[in-house]
């Protein structure tokens, strides 16, 4: 175990140097009209970064979920405008059908009845419309997810229309009038798990950007003056930004727990695990939103009317907390999700689902 | 920021944790069946037959060492036990306090002759602490206690009164803090512990103040020149501070901060059963999701100050035992809005059914428990402390 703790110390370490060095605030605003940073991208591609958690077998970096998350975590503290999340996603589809893994920036979606896929000979003919695929517009290949069958697309036969979310990161929509699939294979990943993977990981990258909003905040309050003493020395601030701690440390601890259970059980397929993920991916995906609702207002309540403008940094990390909750279901998709099984369960098997792990 | 050093997502409940965990249960179910305690919810009941049962099975003093009684298992065995205890509201009064305060301060402490004394008679069931810690005049500002010892020959005349004391009317002994030297600019020296015999020792006088409800779980004890012999005396005299408050980190964080109305969610999941209405199944999401998060807080904290982690010592989570317990106490009222909102019904005491008797409870004591222990607002200047540096 702390092999493990040691050499995700050390991720954690290279990658935050590498964020520190290459995230700038220009940057930061150039990629709030582009929806993403194609130089970031190639400083992290220099570090194989993004290919942390694809097996190396199928072209990745190597490494553990857990690895993943905490490079994610990092990532989203510097509110970084890339990909990261959703090349791992895609390239964890690809690998699961024996596909490899591209060197390049990667997105992917899973397919709704919208979505037709005709076999055309040996290559597969894909038509559908994709609503807001995250960084479509940077993506090298769309990874499809549909009926078992995993689809890799090139993105330059596909229609874009441009779109964003709160805090302006890329979420396009994505046509393809039968594009054939560059390649195709059978998988065992449903799209309930690519689901919970996207829900697991967009609640460690909220968990992350809180972590950045609370230091600001922090910072914020022991500089600031006003009524002749610091705003760190009034307690109703202290009060405010302890509460806020509380928050991110809840945020951070569901995300980082779930990706423990989702490492150790997403490959079992009995009951019981099925329960314990469903728990453990809806704790995070709903616990890390809570906390971006209250960590997010109270982080700009402390820096008042300083922390919502366009130069101030606040925003890049509030901005994506915030918008992160409405992606792979927010929190009351998995509330209802959980609610519903642990009714279904009973009050007798209440208690010894909780407390199985 | 918080929780450095910890590895969330190795987090694991070991397989002895797990085999202890039905034991535990099954023994509780039990009980349960065979009525032999009515749960309450709110405080936990003084019951010393059932605190024998629990004992004869070396529950009590689970973690510490075999020649004072104990088992040596870990703090994550432990944890279990906790857990099951307030998952069926167990009526653990009678040993909880020496299980969770006396016992370790002792063990950590304590002299030969106070271990002995004390700590296989915990064990056993046999003897009931209980705290002697606020003052009238003393709540959250603990340092303030007025009680006073006297240097005599051979021990300690002390002098005060104790007030919010859980179950001094039915416990053998108490730890008691008070002044052994004038107060200084150092408002937290010349403070000292001292273990006092309840039953035994003349001018010690316990009378009962009464909850909002009538119930009777709290005291005030007088102490009148009582005599307290030197071998008495916990640890260093004048380091009664410290020895307190560094036992913190694990009292503020363990399953009792989130789960005493814990029983009453299983009875509102009882109540709803395979309901189809969307609130209730957004409702029970949400307090699952908060409840499982809470827990892996509180276990990473449990297994970080396990000596078996090798991190004892190594790591400060006192902030973060503070989060969890800050958190945990507002969750326990989530709950009970919960039920409340749920399930309309006017909740009374003495409901013959279980869900109405629990909401009810629990609606009364939900004032408590974000004041012992620790008030939320004392808290919350502790956590902010750590994040925003020393405040002048």
């Known amino acids: 175990m702390t092999d493990t703790i040691d050499t995700r110390r050390m991720l954690t370490d290279v990658a935050t140097r590498l964020f520190a060095d ?46 993943v998350a905490a490079v994610l975590r990092v990532a989203a503290r510097h509110a970084a405008p890339v990909p990261l999340a959703e090349t791992y996603l895609a390239g964890w589809l690809l ?87 560059l390649a195709t294979g059978p998988t065992l990943v449903t799209c309930e798990a690519l689901h919970a993977r996207g829900a697991l990981l967009r609640a460690v990258q909220i968990g992350g950007a809180l972590e950045h909003a609370l230091d600001l905040a922090c910072e914020h309050a022991k500089i600031r003056t006003q009524f002749g003493r610091r705003l760190a020395q009034f307690q109703a601030i202290q009060q405010e930004i302890a509460r806020a701690g509380g928050e991110v440390a809840a945020a951070v601890a569901a995300a980082l727990s779930a990706t423990g259970v989702v490492e150790r059980l997403a490959d079992h397929q009995d009951v019981q695990s099925a329960q314990q993920l469903l728990m453990a991916v809806a704790s995070a995906k709903i616990r890390a939103p809570d906390a971006a609702r209250e960590a997010a207002a109270i982080a700009h309540q402390v820096h008042g009317a300083i922390g919502v403008t366009d130069e101030y940094a606040l925003h890049h990390v509030t901005l994506r907390a915030l918008a992160w909750r409405e992606e792979f279901g927010n929190e009351v998709y998995w509330s209802m999700a959980l609610g519903r099984a642990m009714l279904a369960g009973g009050a007798d098997d209440y208690w010894p689902a909780l407390s199985a792990a | 920021m918080f929780f450095e050093n910890i590895d969330f997502s190795a987090l694991e409940l070991p397989q002895a944790a797990r085999k202890l965990r039905d ?71 009678a040993h909880w306090f020496g299980d969770r305060q006396t016992g370790p301060s002792l063990l950590r402490y304590g002299s030969e002759f106070l271990k002995q004394k004390y700590l296989p008679g915990i064990t056993r069931g046999e003897i009931a602490f209980a705290l002697g810690m606020s003052e009238p005049g003393s709540g959250s500002d603990l340092a303030s206690v007025r009680t006073r010892a006297e240097k005599v020959a051979g021990g300690w005349r002390v002098t005060g009164q104790k007030v919010w004391t859980s179950w001094a009317h039915k416990a053998d002994a108490f730890f008691v803090l008070c002044r052994t030297a004038p107060l200084t600019d150092d408002r937290h020296a010349g403070l000292s512990q001292l273990v006092i015999d309840i039953k035994t020792s003349p001018g010690v006088t316990v009378r009962p103040i009464r909850f909002m409800s009538g119930e009777h779980h709290f005291n005030e004890v007088f102490l009148d020149n009582v005599f307290v012999p030197d071998s008495h005396v916990v640890g260093e005299v004048g380091q009664g501070w410290k020895q307190i408050t560094s036992e913190l980190a694990l009292e503020r964080s363990g399953p009792e901060r989130f789960m005493t109305t814990f029983p009453l969610l299983v009875e509102l999941i009882r109540r709803l059963g395979k309901s189809d209405d969307a609130r209730a199944q957004e409702m029970v999401g949400r307090l699952t999701a908060r409840l499982w998060t809470l827990r892996r807080m509180s276990l990473a904290i449990a297994l970080a100050l396990d000596p078996s982690s090798g991190k004892q010592g190594a790591v400060d989570l006192g902030t973060e035992a503070a989060l969890v317990k800050d958190m945990g106490t507002f969750y326990e009222r989530e709950i009970v809005d919960a039920a409340r909102l749920l399930v309309a019904l006017e909740p009374t005491l003495d409901a013959d059914d279980t869900f109405e008797r629990f909401l009810a409870q629990c609606v009364v004591n939900a004032p408590v428990s974000t004041i012992r222990g620790g008030t939320t607002q004392v808290l919350r200047t502790l956590i902010a402390r750590r994040l925003l540096g020393a405040l002048k």
């Open chain 1, 22 to 67: 290459h995230v700038t605030p220009k940057m930061l605003d150039v990629a709030k009209h582009e929806g993403w940073s194609l130089a970031l991208w190639d400083e992290l591609a220099k570090a194989e970064l993004p290919w942390v958690g694809v097996p190396e077998a199928a072209g990745g970096a190597g490494g553990t979920l857990s690895d």
């Open chain 1, 95 to 181: 690998a699961s059908a024996n596909l490899d893994v591209p060197r390049a920036p990667l997105t992917m979606a899973a397919a709704d009845a919208e979505i037709s896929a005709v076999k055309n000979g040996a290559a597969w003919r894909i038509s559908g419309v994709f609503k807001r695929v995250p960084f479509a517009r940077a993506a090298k290949q769309l990874v499809l997810l549909a009926e078992g069958q995993v689809f890799a697309v090139d993105m330059a036969t596909c229609g874009i229309t441009p779109g964003r979310n709160l805090a302006s990161e890329a979420r396009d929509d994505v046509m393809l009038d039968g594009v054939t699939a």
């Open chain 2, 23 to 93: 034991d535990v249960r099954a023994f509780l179910q039990q009980e349960l069946a065979a009525g032999s305690y009515t749960p309450h919810l709110g405080h936990a009941e003084f019951d010393s037959a059932f605190t024998k049962k629990v004992a004869a099975r070396g529950w009590i003093g689970l973690t510490w060492p075999k020649q004072y009684g104990g088992q040596e298992r870990s703090y994550l065995e432990r944890f279990v036990v906790t857990e099951e205890m307030l998952a069926f509201a167990a009526p653990c009064a």
